[in-house]
């Protein structure tokens, strides 16, 4: 008897259950339907899982891209002019948001023209004084409001995302960008939630309308 419990166990588990399962089926004579039905759901998941690795595997050969952001992102960002810590970001977004909200957030952010506050957002140095940084975050303001207002999925994404992930979030802007960066972003949030409408605060040391129509690289 001893011998057919060991082999009953090793055929359950060859079809796929786990020891647990096994555990929890007994040894009882009736048939397990149920167990098989849920095993059965298990294993469609997990095939499909491996089918769309399998495309996407094909996917990343054919493109030659890299591994560390799905085919679709890669393929956006390819030729683009972005820094070093805004590609590692999208990384870490990819990991919390749903990637078609991070691909809808690209093609917005790309099909917006160039803007020197971006450019000078990416050449801040850590050290920069607070009045740079306050003047830089007013500058970055408009174009921080129009990847909001055009972007509604990633503003109800980041905002409901729990607290496991906007921690993570918060740490990878942290870590990417300096603490002169990290300022300016947090005093562009402040902005995009003290003035929901375009400001009209003269801008100190900016040609007027300068930036207005070429407003920043990031949402804040």
Do not use: C
């Not at 920069?128 to 940084?133: G, I, K, Q, V």
């Not at 207002?149 to 990878?172: F, H, I, N, Q, Y």
């Amino acid at each position: 008897m001893h011998l057919v419990r060991v082999l009953r166990i090793k055929r359950l588990a060859d079809l796929g259950f786990t020891l647990p399962q096994i555990a929890e089926l007994g040894d009882a004579d009736r048939h397990p339907r149920e167990a098989l039905r849920g095993l059965d759901a298990h294993l469609a998941r997990t095939l499909d899982r491996l089918q769309d690795i399998r495309t996407e595997i094909r996917q990343i050969l054919q493109q030659a891209a890299p591994t560390d952001l799905p085919p679709a992102l890669s393929a956006r960002i390819r030729d683009a002019d972005l820094s070093d810590a805004d590609r590692a970001l999208l990384i870490v977004l990819t990991r919390v948001l749903d990637v078609s909200v991070v691909i809808d957030f690209v093609d917005t952010l790309l099909a917006l023209p160039p803007s020197a506050a971006a450019t000078a957002f990416d050449q801040l140095p850590a050290d920069a004084d607070d009045a740079t940084r306050h003047e830089l975050a007013i500058r970055l303001l408009p174009r921080s409001r129009t990847l909001r207002v055009m972007l509604p999925r990633l503003r109800s994404a980041t905002t409901g995302l729990s607290v496991a992930a906007a921690r993570t979030v918060d740490e990878a802007v942290r870590d990417l960008y300096n603490p002169a960066q990290f300022d300016v972003l947090r005093r562009v949030g402040l902005l995009l939630r003290s003035r929901p409408d375009p400001i009209r605060t003269p801008q100190v040391g900016v040609t007027p309308g300068r930036d207005r129509v070429t407003p920043p690289r990031r949402s804040g």
